[in-house]
């Protein structure tokens, strides 16, 4: 007969005997974000609206509460993993990550959020592995091609010079975001703010370039639940 | 503005807790890699039922986004499970 008890321990023990690479476990998160893109696909019923307009606001409350108590020291810093030794006594990067996602899903234009949060979730990682491996001239140049590509790709609808002008600015502004470090402020918040400000203000000016707005990316999906 | 120098750079490590730490992290990579992959087939497949059965091009962008999800999950997923394996042989 099989026993369950010396299953589960032996399983528990060869689980802690395994490692896992913080680097690459923090590249695999960021990638994870790309996820949330789901927000935009969910059909339009009002169950639905009501999950959207609630669950991205709790988690991050959620997180945000988390880190209240790590920094009040109620819970350890050693409990959270892949923590970096600068985020110990400081709002810790996945915060930030967490709450530009939200502003942007709840406050932009999906054609301004969504590579804003693409240039956070894959364009960070891949200038991240840049830097560990080239030299910062690399960085800038395949860092801000990179980025650009996102807004390319998205704007895809638009007009072509409005396409040119809003990957260019795009990709100018993930780059500096990513590449100027600030203490109290992560390049995860920056890299997706800073694009997102930049073409608001190229959204607002639309109509005054003479040119029409850019249709949406995605649509909500049309399953019937 | 600051510049990060290596140490900081460093991650925070305490042999005490990692085991349980690391185990947490186990638990939570089916969902790591696994949502990614469902949500950029979900995507591709919204596109295909109203693109391509539907006949209607206005959903290119979900196949371009979709496509960009798993490819750029993929590539990260790799050497995070690949990670994972060797330093387990170590031990």
Partial sequence: MVNVADKLKDAKKRINSLDFDAHWYRRAFHSFGASFLIYYLLPDFDWINLLKLWIPPLIVLFVIFLEVFRLSGKISSNYFFGLRMYEKKRVGSYVFFAVAILILLRFFPQQIAIPCILCATLGDPIIGEIRRRYSMNYVYIIGFFICMYFFIITWFKADVFLIILVSVVGGLGALIGEIKKFWWLDDDFMIQMLPALLLLIIWVSIPYLGLSYPGDIIYPSGLTW | ?91
Wanted: one cysteine or more; glycine letters at 8%.
């Fill in chain 2, 1 to 91: 503005m600051i510049k990060m120098d290596k140490n900081k750079m460093k991650y925070v490590k305490n042999h005490y807790y990692i085991s349980r730490l690391i185990r947490t992290e186990i638990l939570f990579t089916p969902l790591l890699i696994g949502l990614p992959l469902f949500v950029g087939s979900f995507f591709i497949y919204d596109w295909y039922i109203r693109g391509v059965v539907g006949n209607c091009t206005a959903y290119k962008g979900e196949l371009i986004l979709g496509i960009i999800i798993i490819i750029g999950n993929i590539a990260f997923d790799i050497p995070f499970i690949k990670s994972l394996r060797v330093l387990s042989k170590k031990k």
